[in-house]
């Protein structure tokens, strides 16, 4: 945080013996931008956090990060953390949390004090108006953690910040207040008698969190061997803590401020209810089964199938107040679901943020973690890789190959790249084609998808009478593959799948963006014709005749990757093309009039003729058994010059040299495939049931490389 902003000194510390190192703290504040820090070296007790840092009656954020200048640098080193706690506001719920958070974040809390009356929209323009003034590199995270209310304020801070804001923890969030029953149950709190009223806490104590698991929380931090007595003592102090705490509940929230912060509960359900489909951020739901205050664990499910990228953990046991109970790490359980991340590992290095979020865009993307990239890989294509062990072939500048995929160059600062090749049917083979170039050379391809896959992402995933209908099994397969059905969420949605792996729709201004940014492309110049072939069409290549994407790539001198990819295509047996379906009577009229309205991939120069329209007809087929081996084929890479762009004949020379290179790695693989020992589904399954991925045909005879 930039210090020159702190120009207001407010007051120190006062002597307290609940909590140990030096005596006297500076916090420091700047009202206007309602922005607060603080130096501690220890958790407050919340009496004392609400003498020093609710002063005021103005919501504002604090820290509690170490102040020293010789500890500047490394705190502005650190992922930002901005923590929004619950209805109490205080911003110490999580307090137990706060010295391991601290070691990897750069934290701040969001106070509102008791006599706070801000709507829920006015909470929301501070928070935002903080998230957009700092200052940061694209590679430094920014999380936001919402805990219960505080979870309401996080999905719209990251509705409304999409480019500030790049991950997002949820606590048992309180998206589920409107479904539960507290809106019933507020009306008799609030009309508690005031002699009652300070006793709330004592008896709501049980709901709010598990008495035992809060007690653990006292032998956290004692070391190993200490003494049984030591234990017992620690743990009546800890009880005496306890309930010293919770009576100050009540001044937290008096009977006025518990009816304001009930209806900031109302006001933010229904504002996030519009939101949460906005949220494109990776979300990790942390949720206790043994919430009593709210049904967290059947509203984390909920999330799941509303949030593009969300991830839940159910903690067996735990409460409401599951961050303030014993044997709970939340930096230790973030880096075992693998979503904390020092820096963000981006497709291309990128010089400034960007306002918007990243997925869907020609933006440099952030790569999922190695655990995120692992869970895919389970949960999509570990089962088709088992099926299709695929083969990679990588071919050297020199034309010498070698297995693997370790000859591929590099995308960065030097020059972009640009993947040609052959789709296959339904790009059933895609998920693991891009997995495994990222899991083995760390590259995103960026692919250049049909608009129409992107229409209904758009329109915001809702749906509408005017959304184009298409009769395509691309999303209803990749849905399948996700175990999740196809009801237009966006969680759900084809088009989310390929965003994830940094896809964008195809079109010139894209394509020169990505260029421009030296990316990793990934181009299908056969498009939906090839992905959707009819029958007898097999590894036929349905390129358009205009030789553009040559011209446009060498504007930008990028390197040219032809690659060839077979075993899908007469895998499958095609019952239906599109062809035969257009024939049938009412399906065939429904298929002309529903083309008229999906947006054609091919404009201007590459639409050669109304045969080049894009018709999202998919065939009707079934997989043949047992499935083909997976073979991949990278060619020679093809090095492109700026001296080239007004040539229009060696453009079309490239052209025809890249299509002529994509047959022949087709012609090579369909060969080759032959004289594999291990092409046969049973053997290869019987060798690779002990071990490991089953050898393939030679690639090279004398040394490490062999020219084709």
């Not at 006297?24 to 504040?29: E, F, I, L």
């Not at 036929?540 to 040219?560: C, G, H, N, T």
């Not at 590459?606 to 009707?620: K, L, M, T, Y």
């Not at 004289?675 to 399954?685: A, I, V």
Request: glycine share 8%; proline share 7%.
């Amino acid at each position: 945080m930039n210090r020159a902003l702190l120009n207001i000194r407010v007051k120190s510390l006062p002597r307290s013996r609940n909590f140990a190192g030096p005596q006297k703290r500076d916090v420091w504040c700047q009202r206007r931008r309602h922005v607060c820090y603080a130096s501690a070296s220890s958790i407050i007790p919340i009496s004392d956090f609400i003498t020093i840092y609710g002063a005021g009656d103005e919501p504002h954020v604090c820290s509690p990060l170490p102040a020293p200048a010789d500890q500047q640098e490394d705190r502005n080193s650190k992922p930002v953390m901005v923590y929004l706690p619950g209805i109490d506001g205080t911003g110490l719920a999580a307090a137990k949390q706060f010295p391991m958070l601290m070691k990897h974040f750069n934290l701040v809390t969001f106070v509102t004090p008791p006599g706070d009356r801000t709507s829920y929209e006015g909470l929301l323009e501070i928070l935002t108006n903080f998230i957009e003034s700092l200052e940061l590199p694209p590679s430094l995270p920014v999380y936001v953690m919402g805990e219960s209310f505080g979870g309401l304020l996080a999905l719209s801070l990251a509705s409304r910040c999409p480019g500030m804001v790049d991950r997002v923890v949820l606590v048992n969030p309180a998206t589920s207040f409107s479904k539960s029953l507290w809106p019933q149950i507020a009306p008799v709190l609030l009309n508690t008698p005031r002699e009652a009223y300070g006793a709330l806490p004592l008896l709501l104590a049980p709901v709010l969190g598990n008495p035992i698991n809060l007690l653990q929380a006292s032998l956290d931090d004692i070391p190993e061997g200490t003494s049984l007595v030591d234990q017992a003592i620690a743990l009546v102090d800890g009880a005496f803590g306890l309930l010293n705490q919770l009576p100050i509940l009540a001044d937290i929230l008096p009977r006025d401020t518990l009816a304001h912060k009930l209806e900031l509960l109302k006001q933010g359900c229904e504002i996030v209810e519009g939101e949460v489909g906005d949220v494109k951020q990776r979300v990790f739901v942390l949720v206790g089964d043994q919430d009593l205050l709210l049904p967290s664990e059947q509203e984390g499910s909920k999330l799941q199938s509303k949030l593009a990228r969300a991830h839940v953990r159910v903690e067996r046991g735990r409460s409401h107040a599951l961050l303030q109970e014993g044997g709970v790490d939340l930096v230790s359980i973030m880096k075992e679901e693998g979503f904390y991340v020092s820096t963000r590992r981006l497709s291309v290095p990128a010089v400034k943020r960007y306002k918007g979020s990243s997925f869907g865009t020609s933006q440099p993307i952030e790569l999922p973690t190695d655990i995120e990239l692992g869970r895919y890989s389970e949960r999509v294509t570990s089962f088709g890789r088992r099926l299709t062990s695929p083969v990679f072939i990588s071919t050297y500048m020199d034309g010498n190959k070698v297995s693997g995929l370790g000859a591929l160059p590099m995308p960065g600062e030097q020059r972009p790249i640009l993947f040609v090749g052959n789709h296959q049917s339904l790009a059933l083979d895609m998920g693991v084609f891009c997995e495994e170039i990222l899991k083995t050379r760390g590259i995103m391809l960026r692919g250049l998808a049909h608009p129409a896959i992107f229409a209904s992402a758009r329109r915001g995933n809702k749906g509408s009478e005017e959304d184009p209908a298409r009769l395509d099994a691309m999303p209803a397969f990749i849905n399948a593959l996700n175990g999740r059905d196809n009801n237009g969420t966006r969680n759900r949605s084809f088009e989310v799948f390929l965003e994830e792996f940094g896809a964008v729709p195809v079109g010139p201004t894209n394509f020169v963006r990505l260029l421009q940014g030296k990316e990793a492309i990934l181009l299908y110049p056969g498009g939906v014709k090839e992905a959707y072939r009819k029958k007898g069409q097999e590894y036929q290549l349905f390129w358009p005749q205009k030789s553009e994407f040559v011209r446009m790539a060498a504007k930008y001198d990028a390197i040219i990757v032809p690659f060839a990819g077979v075993g899908v295509d007469d895998g499958l047996n095609i019952v239906l093309d599109s062809d035969e379906m257009k024939d049938i009577p009412f399906l065939g009229q429904f298929i002309s009039q529903s083309s008229e309205a999906i947006p054609q991939a091919r404009r201007g120069v590459n639409a050669d003729s109304e045969e080049s329209r894009d018709s999202f007809v998919s065939p009707i087929a079934v997989p043949k058994l047992p499935p083909n081996r997976l073979y991949y084929m990278f060619q020679k890479p093809i090095e492109l010059s700026k001296e080239i762009v007004d040539d229009r004949e060696a453009c079309e020379q490239i052209y025809r040299d890249v299509k002529k290179s994509v047959e022949d790695g087709i012609e090579y693989l369909l060969e080759k495939r032959n004289t594999d020992p291990y092409s046969d589904f049973g053997t290869r399954l019987a060798y690779e049931s002990f071990r490991g991925t089953a050898p393939t045909f030679p690639i090279y005879e004398h040394d490490d490389h062999n020219n084709m």
